[in-house]
């Protein structure tokens, strides 16, 4: 089936810096990929959806300035928080989509900031 | 629009007893559904999806579902619970076009021995 892979797994980071998530689909081409956060004992919500070589589309409430996304070729999009704070702390989400109606899940990453 | 809604926050059951997991959906074209499961501090897993083939849907892990189009419903069952089954469960509906997730506010399953 279909691999997701997301990069680091864990990340800790001081208040103020940034850090920057990977997203790759390892056996497969994406045509669209979506970010996710979830906050402990909730539901996932989508941030942003994003097509190979276009801007990111932002969910409404979510800081596209805050959260940089980039989908510079099929198999890779990153996430770049920017100025992390820690309410920024959470459980990253990211996934690939084909032409169906399927979406294929990273294993996410857990973003700490102190 | 379209929307998915997790009836129940958590559920508690029995080692060996039936599971009931109730989903209910609204969308204005033909959905895709499906049901994911999270262990704690991972990531998620496909249990099973349905779209439009048949109506009654066998994932792993002997959970399944079924689309009822007349009750907007999809309700996960299995029939004897387990204590590795215990987890969060999340509902999803999907729209062809675009690809979009929308998830339910999910079920938190405890299963007691």
């Known amino acids: 089936g279909a691999v997701v892979s997301q990069h680091p797994s864990r990340v800790i980071c001081k208040s103020g810096t940034s850090v920057k998530i990977e997203c790759r689909s390892l056996d497969f081409q994406a045509t669209t990929m979506f970010w996710y956060r979830q906050f402990p004992k909730k539901s996932l919500m989508l941030m942003a959806t994003?097509?190979?070589?276009?801007?990111?589309?932002?969910e409404q409430g979510v800081e596209k300035d805050k959260f940089l996304i980039n989908h510079a070729s099929l198999t890779l999009s990153t996430l770049t928080v920017t100025s992390a704070h820690p309410e920024d702390s959470s459980f990253y989400i990211c996934s690939a989509g084909t032409s169906g109606r399927f979406q294929y899940f990273g294993p996410g990453t857990r973003l700490t900031v102190t | 629009a379209q929307s998915v809604t997790q009836l129940d926050s958590h559920v508690s059951v029995s080692e060996g007893t039936p599971v009931l997991l109730r989903c209910n959906y609204s969308s204005s074209y033909s959905p895709s559904l499906f049901w994911y499961v999270q262990h704690p501090n991972k990531g998620l897993q496909l249990l099973l999806k349905y779209t439009s083939a048949a109506t009654l849907v066998k994932g792993i892990n002997g959970f399944e579902a079924e689309f009822k189009k007349s009750e907007t419903s999809f309700h996960l069952t299995k029939p004897s619970a387990h204590m590795s089954d215990a987890a969060e469960y999340f509902c999803v509906v999907s729209l062809g076009t675009g690809n979009q997730f929308y998830f339910g506010t999910g079920t938190s399953l405890t299963v007691i021995p």
């Open positions: 994003s097509n190979e070589g276009s801007k990111a589309t932002y």
